[in-house]
Nanobody, 121 residues
């Protein structure tokens, strides 16, 4: 069984920084694309940033230049460094990953339980 566990959320003032972590555990053969999503109250879940197994990255326009996604496959961990935070960044942040549990199995999607980020004005 594979689990994704996020950490690092909290309350921060506008202009501040937070670093989120997402650790994958369990029977992991390889980690493919990993993403951070967020969902604000009353809004749909949206993609924040994505990182492929080769390291290429994509960002939502709203966070470009402020957020940085990275990964450490040796630790089965993905990070999201969030700088210059704004009140509109307030949301529950979720990690998602495509994970292979065996060499002869295709990737399966997994989600974490989410971590709350609140940015006060």
């Amino acid at each position: 069984q594979v689990q994704l566990v996020e950490s690092g959320g909290g309350l921060v003032q506008a202009g501040g920084s937070l670093r989120l972590s997402c650790v994958a555990s369990g029977s992991i053969y390889s980690l493919n694309t990993m993403d951070w999503y967020r969902q604000a109250p009353g809004k749909q879940r949206e993609l924040v940033a994505a990182i492929a197994s080769g390291g290429s990255t994509n960002y939502a326009d709203a966070v470009k230049g402020r957020f940085t996604i990275s990964r450490d496959d040796a630790k089965n961990t993905m990070y999201l460094q969030m700088n210059s935070l704004k009140p509109e960044d307030t949301a529950v942040y979720y990690c998602r990953a495509d994970i292979r549990t065996s060499y002869n199995r295709g990737p399966v999607e997994y989600w974490g339980q989410g971590t709350q980020v609140t940015v006060s004005s």
